[in-house]
């Protein structure tokens, strides 16, 4: 039995409706509990904030294309250096840190569960290897199906128990969590150099369209009843005038249980863009904050951006290359066979550019416009929109 007693705690919790009140906090193996025996040991922590533990519902920290990632920028890797101190290891990387780096700076901002937002199954191994040396928080990871030819099979012969066993299989076999759809049949149409435009478009050889490749996903996932809803980086990111396709996509979740929620849409601020090109590019936050209201089902999170220099890395290759046509950075893509892509490009945001600049506004407009705060959740799709630092 280990106790621990932390004394004179300024607490927040909302779910108890604690507003910041001193108090002390007992804790027995790992559990809060009335009181514990004298002999338990004290820590004092009068003047510091003693919240729950922050979760980042989506990040990208280990795997195969963070570590690409830190391939591709050796002058990251040297700007976010710290010495050895004591049990603390050193650390290197700003934008894509070492996995102790992550591990520690997260710790400091109060972190202590991260989701790693998509994992390739054939690369698993490499994204559980790095959590094994991410110590500090509980990490688990999305893993990809929206390229799966499996499954895009079943769903074309409208097998959703088939869909349900693929995903149940892999899951299992690869120690998964969620079930991730990137740009789904968009970044199996990458394969053939193409892309889907929207949720109508089918996608090559196999003749299902994106529609239905989320709807059959979503009925599986509520099929094996599992803890996380799909979690959706929907078609069409970063292009103006995508917030329809978002609208649409959102449109798609079915009243299979409306307590339930059954769509977890993934940094949003990428996908609530107006405007038909870059000149007049605008903010359609609005109508996508609204739809969320209206729909229980639907948690969706901001993606922050901030301004400064970052590394943008997702399973949607097709998207990567298109910024890459945009800024002409350093790039990378990779197809990860039979299953899903990858694309890494460093980006600079800037205040004084108008498109991030407003960027930067819209993931403010959809947190204070969603009514219920348990549905937009605080994110950078780390590090996409801006490192979580
Ligand atoms: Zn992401």
Redesign the pocket.
Known sequence: MTELLVKNACVIDPLRSINAETMDIAIRDGRIVEEVSGAAEVIDVHGMLTMPGGVDS???ICGTKVNFGRYMSPEDMRAGRTPRRGPLHATSGYSVPTTYGNSYRYSVMGYTTLLE??MAPLEARHTHEEFIYTPLQDTMANTLFDGNWGIMEAIRDGDTKRVAAIIAWTLRAVKGFGVKLTNPGGTEAWQWGKNVSCIRDPVPYFEVTPAEIIRKVIEANELLHLPHSVHL?ANNLGTPGNYTCTLGSMGLVPDLNKKRQTLYA??VQFHAYGGSGWPDFCSKSEPIANFVNMRPQIVMDM?QVMFGRTTTM?ADGPMEFNLYRLHHEKWSNHDVELETGSGIIPVIYRRKNLVNSIMWAIGLELALLTESPWQCLLTT?NP?GAPFV
């Open positions: 989506h990040t990208h937002g998509a980086h993934t940094h993606g997702t799709d996409n």
